[in-house]
């Protein structure tokens, strides 16, 4: 069974700094997802990434397959970059469909 | 963009009722999910649908839980008869493929409460 964690579960931040969440996960996955939720709970699919690093706007993702760790990374942290931050990992193959096993989220609030 | 859409956005119920859920994948999906949220909780796996039937289920999904592809764009999750327990957001998710580089696509989720 996989166990996925992340670290801190909160975070406060002042507008401009860089901000670093991390994830690790118990057992080999094909994937690892990083997710957003805002306050109304809708969940949107940031990076999906299975090794190395992802980069969009200033969101990066790493993966470390041997450590079985990620870390997302905010450069420039803005105020609506506020939200929570949840790693999601995938697991193996049953029957082509690939579940998703989710960390417990990072709550982030970026101050003006 | 395409996106996953799903009906209600809220839903409140009395103990004991049966509610169905409804998820409209993107099109050319072929591997749906369903995931649920309690307040203050992790997201947590329910069930994987491909090729009309279930690929995969968790412990949660006992046999109060159900779901459905009546037609060719609907995805539905039916709770027989609601427990108290199943107050929590339900969120239907869709991906293309199965290969490395397929994601999944989250709708915004149906929020039920069950009274």
């Known amino acids: 069974k996989n166990e996925v964690e992340q670290s801190p579960q909160n975070l406060t931040a002042q507008e401009g700094e860089f901000i670093t969440i991390n994830c690790s996960y118990s057992?080999?996955?094909?994937?690892l997802h990083w997710l957003q939720q805002h306050p109304g709970g809708g969940i949107v699919s940031l990076f999906m990434?299975?090794?190395g690093k992802k980069k969009h706007g200033r969101l990066i993702a790493t993966i470390n397959i041997q450590e079985k760790h990620s870390s997302l990374h905010i450069t420039a942290s803005h105020p609506r970059d506020s939200a929570v931050y949840i790693c999601?990992?995938?697991?193996?193959?049953?029957?082509?469909?690939?579940?998703?096993?989710f960390g417990q989220g990072t709550r982030l609030t970026i101050n003006p | 963009e395409p996106e996953v859409t799903q009906t209600p956005s809220h839903q409140v119920t009395q103990m004991g009722q049966e509610v169905i859920l409804r998820c409209v994948p993107i099109?050319?999906?072929?591997?749906f999910y369903w995931y649920r949220q309690i307040l203050g909780q992790k997201v947590e796996f329910l069930v994987s649908?491909?090729?009309?039937?279930?690929?995969?289920k968790s412990e949660i999904f006992d046999d109060q839980f159900s779901v459905e592809r009546p037609d060719g764009s609907n995805f539905t999750l039916k709770i027989r008869s609601t427990k108290l327990e199943d107050s929590a957001m339900y969120f239907c998710?869709?991906?293309?493929?199965?290969?490395?580089?397929?994601?999944?696509?989250f709708g915004p989720g149906t929020r039920l409460l069950v009274l």
């Open positions: 998710a869709s991906s293309e493929g199965q290969g490395i580089q397929e994601t999944q696509y």
């Open positions: 057992v080999g996955i094909s994937a």
């Open positions: 990434l299975s090794s």
């Open positions: 999601a990992a995938r697991g193996q193959i049953i029957q082509g469909a690939q579940k998703l096993v």
């Open positions: 099109s050319n999906h072929l591997y």
């Open positions: 649908f491909y090729n009309n039937e279930i690929s995969e």
